[in-house]
């Protein structure tokens, strides 16, 4: 979509999208996720977030939420541009979901689990090559260090 203006009712659904995670619950989702979901494994999903938990509402909450997003994204309701140049948040729930990604398809028989979301995170990949070669891997340093520090110890 890239030279497309927006339309009215797209910035008007980004607006909409974004009030919604100011939502308590979401936004404690959110900071929860970002601060304590590292995981390599499915073995570190289930300790981490056991199912049934507050932990497992918190990681289900917030990845239903941005594959929905992404979702109108794929469909064309949100405009890429505004869209990649006002938000990276699906960026950093996929970069934390990716290694688990095969095991949860292959466990739940969908090879289509949250492909909106990884379709998404490729596409903000190559438009943010574009724009700032080499903040990406700033990103992933900066997520490295703060999933380490942040994780939570039993």
Request: proline content about 4%; glycine content about 4%; aromatic content about 10%.
């Amino acid at each position: 979509m890239a030279g497309k203006k927006p339309s009215y009712q797209q910035a008007q659904l980004q607006i909409e999208l974004y009030d919604l995670r100011r939502e308590a619950r979401l936004r404690a989702a959110r900071k929860w996720f970002a601060q304590n979901f590292v995981v390599e494994k499915m073995e570190d999903v289930q300790k981490l977030a056991p199912p049934g938990s507050k932990h497992d509402a918190s990681v289900r909450m917030l990845i239903s939420y941005w594959e929905m997003v992404c979702q109108m994204l794929e469909c064309g309701l949100l405009h890429e541009e505004l869209f990649f140049h006002t938000t990276n948040e699906q960026y950093l729930v996929w970069q934390r979901l990716k290694a688990v990604m095969p095991e949860f398809r292959k466990r739940y028989h969908n090879p289509h689990m949250l492909e909106n979301l990884e379709k998404a995170a490729k596409r903000y990949e190559k438009w943010m090559q574009r724009r700032a070669p080499g903040h990406l891997e700033a990103v992933r340093q900066f997520m490295e260090q703060m999933g380490t520090g942040g994780a939570e110890k039993k």
